[in-house]
């Protein structure tokens, strides 16, 4: 079994991409609008960045949530006891961008956030009547405008052979919000666990545009949607020399949006934080 590709181009991809989310969580669509040279040239500056001394200059604010998230202080994920491989940069609209890195990042970040928006109206159109009737306002509205959507810049460095025991790039996790939207990574690594417990590998074809459902749209659906569990694995042989740059837009309501009657996005938001001790 493996995870269906959607051609955004075919009249059935609204339909088709809908139906792969709601069997496996995952969406994978090819011939999208993202153009690929940006993300190419993207991967390669940041590349440059996580290589430099210049990341300590934009170390990360504890209350913003903005900046560079050193190795050290990298995510535990939820029920595991050791940190990801990982460093990672947060960019937010209102947020610190080193200057020769700002033009494309801010470009890309408007891009993908209004591909973000039809790939939610497509969710809506095709859930039956009554997971509708649950959403509290259309879920393109609930992104828009928003303050809180974070692109997260993932640096997955070489493997040193020293790695503490048990760590991975990303251990086994799901995401806060309501979509991820990802350009296929420079290397493969990512997968995705099956309704039966096991893990497919999702397609990391460069090009490919890799969707998934977060907590809060599994939320706001009343569990139709469901929250994927996923993780990025350790390479070995030669690929555990290579870096892996990869670029996820976290879809964020803004704080006031009800999710459903026991969550605003804010209340569901800090609760996750909190459980992940960055808050």
């Known amino acids: 079994m493996h995870l269906p590709t959607v051609d955004y181009q075919s009249p059935n991809a609204p339909a088709e991409f809908v139906e792969s989310l709601r069997n496996t969580g995952f969406g994978v669509l090819t011939n999208h609008p993202i153009p690929q040279s940006l993300v190419e040239s993207i991967y390669q500056d940041w590349q440059a960045f996580f290589n430099s001394e210049q990341k300590h200059e934009f170390l990360f604010d504890k209350q913003t949530q903005d900046g560079y998230f050193p190795p050290e202080v990298s995510e535990v994920a939820k029920g595991f006891k050791v940190k990801d491989i990982k460093e990672y940069y947060h960019v937010y609209p209102k947020g610190r961008v080193p200057e020769q890195l700002e033009a494309k990042i801010r470009e890309y970040y408007r891009l993908a956030n209004e591909f973000a928006s039809e790939l939610l109206s497509w969710v809506q159109e095709h859930a039956p009547a009554d997971v509708q009737a649950k959403f509290s306002i259309d879920l393109k509205d609930m992104i828009k405008d928003s303050e809180q959507t974070l692109l997260r810049i993932l640096h997955y460095p070489p493997m040193t052979g020293d790695e503490e025991p048990g760590a991975i790039r990303a251990a086994a996790h799901g995401d806060i919000n309501l979509l991820t939207v990802l350009p296929a990574a420079n290397e493969p690594g990512l997968q995705v666990q099956t309704k039966e417990g096991g893990w497919l590998d999702v397609p990391s074809d460069f090009g490919n545009l890799i969707i998934n459902i977060g907590d809060m749209l599994q939320e706001a659906s009343g569990g139709y949607f ?54």
């Open 226 to 279: 469901p929250s994927t569990i996923h993780r990025v694995i350790n390479p070995s042989g030669k690929a555990s020399t290579k870096s892996r740059i990869s670029l996820p837009l976290f879809l964020h309501p803004r704080p006031d949006v009800v999710l459903s009657e026991r969550y605003t996005a804010d209340s569901y938001l800090q609760e996750r934080l909190r459980e992940l001790g960055v808050k």
